[in-house]
Nanobody
Framework: QLQLAESGGGSVQAGGSLRLSCAVS????????MAWFRQAPGNEREGLAD????????NYRDSVLGRFTISRDEAKNTLHLQMNSLKPEDTALYYC?????????????????????WGQGTQVTVSS
């Protein structure tokens, strides 16, 4: 089993920054891919960025490319999402996710249906 726990959410003004963290515990070997998603009320959960754990290859959704950076601290079993130049439309519940198998990680946008392990989410609110 794998447990994921997000932290670092909060309220910021437009143009500000936040750094989300996702602590990974449990059976942490053989994780193929990790990703960040978000879901705003009334919207579907959308994939923002993913990172392949062996190669470090990353991929980003167009709307966050250049503003968000996904990274992984393997020694601390922690996934991060640095978010800069935040906009009100970034307001959502942010989730980290992981999967042990698959392909296309770091190349194709992450799809929620392909991920088996999820955190509980952390709220990000950006005011104008």
């Amino acid at each position: 089993q794998l447990q994921l726990a997000e932290s670092g959410g909060g309220s910021v003004q437009a143009g500000g920054s936040l750094r989300l963290s996702c602590a990974v515990s449990g059976y942490t070997v053989n994780i193929y891919c990790m990703a960040w998603f978000r879901q705003a009320p009334g919207n579907e959960r959308e994939g923002l960025a993913d990172i392949q754990t062996t190669s470090g290859r990353t991929n980003y959704r167009d709307s966050v490319l250049g503003r968000f950076t996904i990274s992984r601290d393997e020694a601390k079993n922690t996934l991060h999402l640095q978010m800069n130049s935040l906009k009100p439309e970034d307001t959502a519940l942010y989730y980290c996710a992981a999967k042990r198998h698959g392909n296309g990680c770091g190349r194709d946008p992450p799809r929620a249906s392909e991920f088996s392990y999820w955190g509980q989410g952390t709220q990000v609110t950006v005011s104008s």
